[in-house]
């Protein structure tokens, strides 16, 4: 069974930053694809970034140059820094990995408010 546990929302001002952390149970070498998504109210869940078992990194196009995503092997951790927060950026972030054996499986989801 798969395990990811988010930590690192919460609030913030516009232009401020944040890190959301998801730790991943067993070793995130048993991951092909690590992906961080956000559903703000009444929209749809969105990708956010994401990136592969060999480092490629994918953005949407509202976060470019803004946000970036990473791993830390030794952690079984991947992040997602956060940087010039913007009041669009609202919403409930998760955590989203493709495990080899185990498949596609969600965090629980983390907060992420940006408001002065």
């Known amino acids: 069974q798969v395990q990811l546990v988010e930590s690192g929302g919460g609030l913030v001002q516009p232009g401020g930053s944040l890190r959301l952390s998801c730790a991943v149970s067993g070793t995130i070498f048993s991951y092909n694809d690590m992906s961080w998504y956000r559903q703000a109210p009444g929209k749809e869940r969105e990708l956010v970034a994401a990136?592969?078992?060999?480092?490629?990194?994918n953005y949407a196009d509202s976060v470019k140059g803004r946000f970036t995503i990473s791993t830390d092997n030794a952690k079984n951790t991947v992040y997602l820094q956060m940087n010039s927060l913007k009041p669009e950026d609202t919403a409930v972030y998760y955590c989203?990995?493709?495990?080899?054996?185990?498949?596609?499986?969600w965090g629980q989801g983390t907060q992420v408010t940006v408001s002065s």
């Open positions: 989203n990995a493709i495990h080899t054996f185990w498949g596609n499986s």
């Open positions: 990136i592969t078992r060999g480092g490629s990194t």
